[in-house]
């Protein structure tokens, strides 16, 4: 029998933004599917969504490995009866100018933040599809809009996300599934934290809120995509940036 909860699969959801989107999403009352690579950081965030009546499972899974991918997401079906939701977060960065800039480099960003994408709203969908319901959001950044020096392979997975998007809300608009992007600007977190602080006062320079984000800047923008307000809402590219990109 299917799950009686909304059934939300998020990748990277152990740390930093997804574990801020998997939280909101389990208040929220969806049932939450968390993956990432070390299952012991996502016990935290099961427990931690517990004490609040949340409720959470965690899988490690590396989303750069399409079939591992695939089959967690089969796994998910099989066992839930439904995949309502589908938030591809999970990201990394490989800095560096890119006339140095090595093959591996370039492969490792796009197949872990754009291929894995592709893949996981490839097995995703067809549920969605039968449910006339279903909400694809995929995490793409500001650099994949104005692009960043020091990251063409991270800013060139994030445009590709966009267009990605865009093209499966228009391929699955019909049938009430919606998918659309959240571009976050600076947040805090562990991918950032790593910034030289000379960078981080020039970002700060450039937003006009004058501020970094926090992570639930971008959980509360996911969980109301993720609600039946948003239905009328597909194929965007929504900022979360302090004004950024305005
Ligand atoms: P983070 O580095 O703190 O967390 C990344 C998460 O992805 C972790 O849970 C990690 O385990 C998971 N992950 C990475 N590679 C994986 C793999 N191969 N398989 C499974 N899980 C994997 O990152 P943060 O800052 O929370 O970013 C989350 C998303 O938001 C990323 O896609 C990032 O590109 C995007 N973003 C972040 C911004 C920021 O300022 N922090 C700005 C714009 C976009």
């Known amino acids: 029998m299917a799950n009686e909860k909304r059934v939300a699969y998020v990748t990277g959801g152990s740390r930093g933004i997804g574990e801020a989107i998997v939280l909101a999403l389990a208040a929220d009352g969806f049932h939450v599917v968390a993956v990432a690579r070390n299952k012991e950081k996502l016990e935290g965030v099961v427990k931690a969504a ?36 589908l938030v591809n977060n999970a990201g990394i960065t490989r800095d560096g100018l890119f006339m140095r800039m090595e093959d591996k480099d370039w492969d490792d960003v796009l197949n872990t933040n754009l291929k894995s ?83 981080k006062e020039k970002v700060l320079e450039i937003i006009p809120l004058r501020r970094f984000g926090e992570t639930k800047d971008i959980a509360a923008m996911v969980a109301f995509l993720a609600s039946d307000k948003a239905g009328y809402i597909t194929g965007q590219v929504i900022a979360v940036d302090g004004g950024m990109t305005m």
């Open 50 to 85: 517990a004490e609040k009546g949340g409720s959470v499972e965690a899988e490690a899974v590396d989303i750069a490995d399409s079939a591992a991918l695939t089959a967690s997401i089969e796994k998910a079906i099989e066992k839930h009866g439904r995949m309502d939701v």
């Open 117 to 199: 994408a592709f893949v996981s709203c490839r097995a995703a969908t067809r549920t969605m599809i039968r449910a006339k319901w279903g909400r694809i959001i995929n995490i793409s950044s500001v650099a994949g809009m104005i692009g960043n020096a020091g990251q063409v392979n991270y800013a060139a997975s994030k445009a590709g996300l966009i267009g990605m998007t865009k093209s499966i809300a228009r391929e699955l608009a019909g049938k009430q599934v919606t998918a659309n992007c959240v571009a976050p600007g600076f947040i805090t977190t562990d991918m950032t934290d790593v910034l030289p602080p000379q960078i």
